[in-house]
């Protein structure tokens, strides 16, 4: 927040995602965080995760092969990507999920910012902490629902690395 105070809805978005994390990958597994370890060699992972905004600008097309390559058979990933009908220039949801093609299998996700705004304009929750309250609770019985996952700031997507 431009008041130094941290801002309440990236920390929900945070925790939210915090929380999957710890559900998907066992405690002790080796996570590529995309975007972070661009550049990661050698074995590979048994998971991967995408962080809001890590995937914007990148090429789809581009990151399949080598994301496939690096994750072991089964490994969990999530990926969270902004919606392109916000203005960023991040893949869509359908289209990551196309150009990772057959190499992962997709079940599920939830959406993020579907009743409340994206991180950055947040002040008026000091002012209005039940409105805040509400909201978020109203998201949480929604962000999951097949038809809304796609409508929020961003798309959480939940898939698996295909094979054996």
């Known amino acids: ?7 309440p809805v990236a920390l929900l978005f945070r925790y939210l995602l915090d929380e999957r994390r710890r559900t998907l990958f066992p405690r002790g597994a080796r996570v590529l965080e ?4 661009a ?11 995408a962080d809001p905004g890590a995937l914007d600008g990148m090429e789809p097309r581009r990151l399949a ?3 496939a390559g690096a994750l072991r058979p ?10 392109p009908r916000r ?3 991040s893949p869509s949801p359908r289209d990551l999920r196309e150009a990772l093609g057959a190499a992962f299998s997709w079940h599920g996700g939830f959406a993020l910012g579907l009743l409340l705004p994206a991180s950055g304009g947040c002040g008026w929750v000091a002012q209005r ?10 998201e949480g019985l929604l962000r999951r629902w ?12 939940e898939g698996t690395r295909a094979g054996r």
């Open 1 to 7: 927040m431009a008041d130094g105070r941290p801002d």
């Open 34 to 37: 995309i975007g972070v370890d």
């Open 39 to 49: 550049d990661a060699t050698g074995g590979t992972f048994d998971g991967a995760w």
């Open 65 to 67: 092969p080598w994301l």
């Open 74 to 83: 089964g490994a969990p990933l999530l990926l969270c990507v902004r919606n």
């Open 87 to 89: 203005g960023a220039a």
């Open 129 to 138: 902490p039940q409105v805040f309250g509400l909201l978020a609770a109203g």
């Open 146 to 157: 097949p038809v809304l996952r796609g409508l929020g700031a961003f798309a959480a997507l």
